[in-house]
């Protein structure tokens, strides 16, 4: 089995926990002193409330002179409260600011790793981590990093005040405090594993489920559905199973602690009462009291309480660390070849971008490109022919930066920005303005609807009664691949990058469509931005100024047109 601290992989999930914990001390520190101060409010109402007792029924004191104690007891009762909450309150937070936190770096992660490593990735998977994986953490950071220190503090410090009521009584609850922690973790072992595993599982059935929505269609017409219709099934059944193991294990554990802890309590109270009957005459016993005895016996729950309350966050100390495994080997993923994210600039004056001896090469596939030497300058069109798998894409993604070279360099120029067109253009569930501003986040509707007009959707956008608030179903359900292209066509008139990289970007589309987008990708041309188009289309060919030949990932002909 694998540790718990180290995994298989070599991932210390607890030292990447703490340091995130390490993050917000402060936060963290407020909540332990608020319990504490929550645990002595409590002692004192027990105290109060074993005084007022001893006080009425031994001393037949009247009524109206225990009121200040009573009245004592009321305001403990307030603090107590009050610090309850504001442990609480400064739980959340820290787990809250550490969340938002740990999504930010998973997002600048993936940035860094770019769309070539993503598209390696199955979206839902990365959805489920980024969204359940890391709210996963905040049971662990709200409440069981706090209990955890509160569950030494507080019962030392109910500890202490048996010792001075009655030695023999703590030294009960002290030889049965380490039983709980043992037993609890030797239930707990697996915890983690199984919720490692049931992360994994439900980012499989997400993913599982995903797939099986978009080929609804294909599924239908070849008469399918039933058939995944039971496969959905098994995948939920088998993340049941496994919710239902990891929460026996929970139960397990929490059952453990109170047959310990009532054992425990049980012997004290038996204690107690044959002291006071005069039983048991063996060291402080003769001198215990109704006082005293009854406030030993109202703290010997409290003893066990903060244990209890740790035993209730152990899951989700379990699930934390299942999580931060799966979340870790995101953030120690590193791209191969790996991405330079500060490119130098090119040798020669007047070039955008400058390949030297570039190759890109993939795990398991070896080199895909190159060795090639290009440079791309400002104005400059460029196709890209060759043969399917010959290795344009892969030279696209290496002008844009998506993939750095491992071999050779790439040198840009500074600031250059890049616009990308594949021939699958990524529409987001939203309005066709909210798609328009991925790449100009803060562009006017004029610029938007001039932009539309120059990519040739002036009459869609016409005839839609909510304009540019027209709402797009996810990948741009409600658009045909025609319109859907000229959109992705309308953001790169937006976003007024100087270096235009496309993929194919007539692909798929009827001849109207087709040469509506060439003609946009003309006057785009026109505008003195340079493009580099990967394409068979002969039109696109002929408006560019060199066609350059791809072979096995190798530039084997260049036609200056």
């Known amino acids: 089995m694998a540790n718990s601290k180290v995994d298989s992989g070599g991932r210390d999930v607890r030292r990447w926990l703490s340091r995130l914990a390490a993050s917000e001390r402060r936060c963290l520190r407020l909540a332990v002193a608020a319990g504490v101060i929550a645990t002595l409010a409590t002692l004192g109402q027990l105290g109060l409330l ?65 769309p070539g490593w993503l598209a390696t990735q199955h979206s839902a998977s990365l959805a ?52 709980i922690p043992v037993f609890m973790a030797l239930v707990g072992m697996g915890a983690e594993r199984l919720n490692r595993d049931q992360f994994e599982a439900v980012a499989r059935l997400s993913g599982h489920f995903i797939d099986r929505v978009r080929a609804i269609t294909t599924l239908q017409l070849f008469g399918r559905t039933r058939s995944a219709t039971v496969e959905v099934h098994a995948a939920a059944d088998d993340y049941r199973r496994r919710s239902m ?24 109270a038996i204690y107690v009462g044959f002291g006071l009957l005069g039983y048991i005459t063996y060291g402080p016993s003769p001198a215990l009291t109704l006082f005293s005895g009854l406030l030993v ?37 590193t791209p191969d070849p790996v991405r330079d994210d500060r490119p130098a600039r090119p040798r020669l004056p007047g070039v955008l971008v400058e390949l030297q001896d570039a190759c890109v090469t ?37 002008l844009a930066g998506f993939v750095g070279p491992g071999e050779g360099g790439r040198r840009v120029a500074e600031g250059l920005g890049v616009a990308w067109m594949d021939q699958r253009p990524l529409l987001i569930q939203g309005s066709l303005a909210d798609n328009l501003r991925l790449a100009a986040p803060e562009a006017s509707l004029e610029h938007m609807q001039e932009a539309l007009h120059r990519a040739g959707l002036e009459a869609l956008l016409a005839r839609l009664p909510e304009g540019l608030d027209t709402h797009l179903g996810e990948r741009g359900a409600g658009l045909s691949g025609g319109q859907a292209q000229r959109l992705a066509l309308a953001r790169v008139f937006l976003s007024d990058a100087p270096l235009v990289l496309l993929d194919e970007p007539t692909a798929s ?8 987008v060439v003609v946009a990708l003309q006057a785009l041309a026109r505008e003195g931005r340079s493009l580099v188009i990967a394409t068979h289309h002969p039109a696109l060919i002929t408006m560019a100024h060199r066609r350059l030949v791809i072979d096995a990932g190798r530039i084997t002909e260049v036609d200056h047109v």
Not at 245 to 268: D, G, K, N, P
Request: charged share 15%.
């Open 50 to 114: 074993a005084w007022v007792v001893s006080a009425l029924l031994v001393e037949q004191a009247p009524l109206v002179s225990l009121m200040p104690a009573l009245a004592a007891m009321a305001a403990l009762l307030l603090v107590r409260a009050v610090a309850l909450l504001v442990q609480e309150r400064q739980g959340q937070t820290a787990s809250l600011r550490i969340r938002t936190r740990v999504r930010g770096q998973l997002l600048d992660h993936l940035a860094r790793l770019g």
């Open 297 to 333: 016996l109202l703290l010997a729950p409290e003893f066990f309480q903060p244990l209890r309350t740790l035993s209730q966050h152990y899951h989700d100390r379990a699930a934390a660390l299942g999580a931060a495994d799966s979340l870790l080997a995101i953030l120690e993923t």
């Open 362 to 398: 993939h795990p398991g596939r070896g080199r895909v490109l190159g060795p090639l030497d290009l440079a791309v300058a400002p104005g400059e069109v460029v196709a890209l022919t060759g043969a399917s798998g010959s290795g344009k894409s892969s030279l696209l993604q290496l």
């Open 245 to 268: 193991r990891t929460l026996r294990i929970a139960f397990l554990s929490s059952a453990v602690l109170e047959f310990f802890a009532s054992v425990a309590i049980a012997v004290v």
């Open 509 to 516: 589309l009827d001849e109207e469509t087709e040469a509506e």
């Open 128 to 179: 489920s981590q980024l969204v359940e994986q890391v709210e996963a953490l905040d049971g662990y950071f709200a409440r069981f990093r706090p209990q955890l220190l509160l569950a030494v503090i507080a019962p030392l410090l109910v500890l202490l005040v048996t010792l001075w009521l009655d030695w023999l009584a703590a030294i009960f609850l002290l030889l049965s405090a380490p039983l």
